[in-house]
């Protein structure tokens, strides 16, 4: 038996804003708020197999580079499509030092966490 990815925890200053931001990239839905936390994740609850994300709030400033980051595909349009809906959704471009030739595009969420709008991965076999 393994262990699956349950939860992401991204530390920010604004958990409403944020939670605003990643429901409308991801399609998610607020499942529980507690204390000054927000957890978001599919429309269909818990235990699916995709990870929640709590957004909890710290007000200290942040230190260097996080060490994790978000990559995210369109489900439903062409990358540059879902580029123009995300950039409206309030994302920004990140210079992380790339050359303008990567597939990706780095973008940052409200608060500057980075992350990455891949191109439409095709499902394995």
Do not use: Y
């Not at 230190?63 to 439903?76: E, Y």
């Not at 990358?79 to 950039?87: G, M, S």
Request: charged residues 35%.
């Amino acid at each position: 038996m393994a262990c699956r990815i349950s939860e992401l925890v991204l530390e920010c200053h604004d958990p409403e804003r944020l939670a605003r931001f990643w429901c409308e990239v991801l399609d998610f839905v607020v499942l529980d708020r507690e204390d000054d936390d927000i957890e978001i994740g599919p429309r269909e609850g818990f235990g699916g197999p995709q990870a929640t994300i709590i957004l909890s709030r710290n007000d200290e400033p942040r230190n260097g580079k996080p060490r994790l980051h978000i990559d995210v595909n369109a489900t439903d349009r062409d990358q540059d499509a879902e580029l123009e809906r995300l950039l409206a959704a309030g994302a920004e471009p990140a210079d992380v030092g790339q050359t303008g030739e990567e597939p990706w595009h780095v973008l940052a969420d409200p608060e500057g966490n980075e992350f990455c709008l891949l191109k439409a991965r095709i499902a394995p076999l």
